[in-house]
């Protein structure tokens, strides 16, 4: 059972426009939120976190929305540039667990 | 250098095999993860350590076995690898489970 879903495998986006990345979950007792990500080969990276008493956090052209009475959260990136190009995951946990439950995943692709 | 690191990056091995990936991170972190990443599955938490001599079943456990005698190692033993065992194996440590978590740059295991 899927507790966190990125329901979009994939997206395109032209260099310079937003991407706008979405993530839902399905348990109310997830209180942190994190955006991966994941270039061919490599590790995922940390990229962005909001805790679940924020509902924006930015940093760069890099922003979280979080709403919480929808359960769902996004990633927006202004602008796109062709290195943003990589698979995204979201993760989320909860107070007192012991691991990120992580999404699926949505590829970026942003197109000089 | 201070990381994480993954041995070996990439492994064929044949069924029934036993196989370790090893998993080395030179920060101190007291948590320390396994993940596969299949397609349509996104990361998967195979088992976790809190800290040396102290670990737990994640999501998929069947089929591994781990042990952490020390705390900057965290082998992950198949102990007679299947097919559907085939997947790219991540390591991850961090200083709490629910926050960032620092990953190294994967092992891409084949089962033949």
């Known amino acids: 059972d899927q507790q966190v879903k990125q329901n979009s495998p994939s997206l395109s986006v032209q260099e310079g426009r937003i991407s706008i990345l979405n993530c839902d979950y399905t348990?109310?007792?997830?209180?942190?939120f994190l955006w991966y990500k994941k270039y061919p080969a490599e590790g995922p990276t940390f990229l962005i976190s909001?805790?679940?008493?924020?509902d924006k956090n930015e940093d760069g052209r890099f922003t979280v929305f979080l709403n919480k009475s929808a359960k769902h959260l996004s990633l927006h990136i202004v602008p796109s540039q062709p290195g943003d190009s990589a698979v995204y995951f979201c993760a989320a946990s909860a107070l007192g667990a012991n691991n990120l439950f992580f999404g699926t995943g949505t590829r970026l692709t942003v197109i000089p | 250098d201070a990381g994480i690191t993954q041995s070996p990056r990439y492994k064929i091995t044949e069924t029934g095999r036993q196989v370790t990936l090893m998993c080395h991170q030179t920060w101190s972190h007291s948590y320390m993860f396994w993940y596969r990443q299949d397609l349509g599955h996104g990361l998967r938490l195979i088992y976790y350590?809190?800290?040396?001599?102290?670990?737990d079943k994640g999501e998929v456990p069947d089929g591994y076995v781990v042990s952490r005698s020390k705390t900057e190692n965290f082998p992950l033993t198949l102990e007679s690898a299947t097919r559907s065992q085939t997947s790219v194996y991540f390591c991850?440590?961090?200083?709490?489970?629910?926050?960032?978590?620092?990953f190294g740059p994967g092992t891409r295991l084949t089962v033949t």
């Open positions: 350590s809190a800290a040396a001599d102290i670990t």
């Open positions: 991850a440590s961090s200083v709490s489970p629910t926050y960032e978590q620092y």
């Open positions: 909001i805790s679940s008493i924020k």
């Open positions: 348990n109310s007792m997830f209180d942190y």
